[in-house]
């Protein structure tokens, strides 16, 4: 003999556990930085078979990362804005970096100065999903 409550129950019971998973999984939204910033003044002051390893150092501080390659010391500098978020299970994550570097030969001048800057602020996109919207 089958109860009335026990019937009206289960789905009653699955609604609320579906609903607590709901809750407790919940949304997060994380924001930082990595690497100092560095400004395009500082990067202009560099000059190529002019400026030395010693003169980068006092410009732009010691660099994160050297690289040898082909004779050749590497100045890495970077500086990374990281953005993420999540909504239940759904995450989104945007990484963007400003990247540097400075290219030393053998004798320890400047052969070559690259840089990159990050693109413009991103545009909006309704959150995890972009295709209905675009």
């Known amino acids: 003999m089958k109860s009335i409550i026990g019937d009206y129950m289960k789905p009653f019971l699955l609604g609320m556990l579906i609903l607590n998973f709901l809750t407790i999984t919940g949304c997060a939204f994380i924001r930082g ?3 100092e910033e560095l400004g ?7 000059q190529k078979g002019i ?11 010691a660099p ?10 590497i100045f890495h ?6 953005k993420s ?3 239940f299970i759904f995450s989104r994550t945007n990484i963007k970096s400003d990247d540097t570097f400075v290219i030393l030969n053998g004798a320890g001048v400047v052969e070559e100065v690259v840089s990159g800057k990050r693109k413009g602020p991103l545009e909006f996109q309704f959150w ?7």
């Open 33 to 35: 930085n990595y690497g």
């Open 77 to 82: 500098y970077y500086h990374y804005d990281v």
């Open 128 to 134: 995890p999903f972009d295709w209905p919207f675009r």
């Open 85 to 87: 978020g999540s909504v």
């Open 51 to 61: 400026s030395t390893r010693a003169d980068v150092a006092t410009v732009l501080g």
């Open 64 to 73: 994160d990362r050297i690289i040898e390659a082909n004779g050749r010391e």
């Open 40 to 46: 395009q003044g500082d990067i202009t002051t560099i």
